[in-house]
């Protein structure tokens, strides 16, 4: 039995900053949608652990045994109580959908269907509690799940954000 290699992020030329925080700005998301080497697999609204996002799979054409990531954004990001659309955050795809090509032209619609709807949704959204700001700082501190943990191992009364005021 063999075992593989992790997937190398530099085979989408990211860079120091978007490997490290596993996170590209939507511009830039949009320039690898366009790549004419990248192939698009799958592209669904769906939930995680965070919230209800758009999820696109895309692979590089020109990568043997190339692993596929998946992206994921424009959607409301439940712990920060914001909707997200200026950024896409990814993950490594352990499922092979390597038979699935989404055209790009269909995916690109929908991508900026989407972000139109979520744009409308923020400007219409209250500003975040106490809770969510914390939550969000400690994201940037540490990353997602580390700011679930803290959240949940010192508790609303300790960091000032109890339910009363948000």
């Known amino acids: 039995m063999s075992v593989e290699?992790?997937?190398?992020?530099?085979?989408?030329?990211?860079?120091?900053?978007?490997?490290?925080?596993?996170?590209?700005?939507?511009?830039?998301?949009?320039?690898?949608?366009?790549?004419?080497?990248?192939?698009?697999?799958?592209?669904?609204?769906?939930?995680?652990?965070?919230?209800?996002?758009?999820?696109?799979?895309?692979s590089r054409r020109d990568k043997p045994d190339q692993r596929q990531l998946v992206f994921y954004g424009l959607g409301y990001h439940d712990q920060r109580e914001r909707w997200i659309h200026e950024y896409w955050r990814w993950y490594e795809s352990y499922m092979d959908k390597s038979g699935t090509v989404v055209p790009k032209?269909?995916?690109?619609?929908?991508?900026?269907?989407?972000?139109?709807?979520?744009?409308?949704?923020?400007?219409?959204?209250?500003k975040p509690t106490r809770r969510g700001e914390m939550y969000a700082l400690l994201a940037e501190l540490t990353d997602e799940d580390g700011a679930t943990t803290e959240m949940e191992d010192f508790g609303w009364a300790l960091l000032r954000c109890d339910d009363e005021d948000g």
């Open 5 to 58: 290699a992790p997937a190398d992020k530099s085979t989408f030329e990211f860079t120091e900053d978007e490997k490290l925080f596993e996170r590209v700005l939507h511009q830039r998301f949009m320039r690898l949608v366009a790549d004419r080497r990248v192939k698009i697999h799958e592209i669904n609204e769906n939930g995680n652990a965070f919230g209800e996002f758009l999820f696109v799979t895309l």
């Open 105 to 126: 032209q269909r995916a690109v619609k929908q991508i900026e269907e989407r972000l139109e709807w979520v744009k409308s949704m923020a400007a219409s959204e209250p």
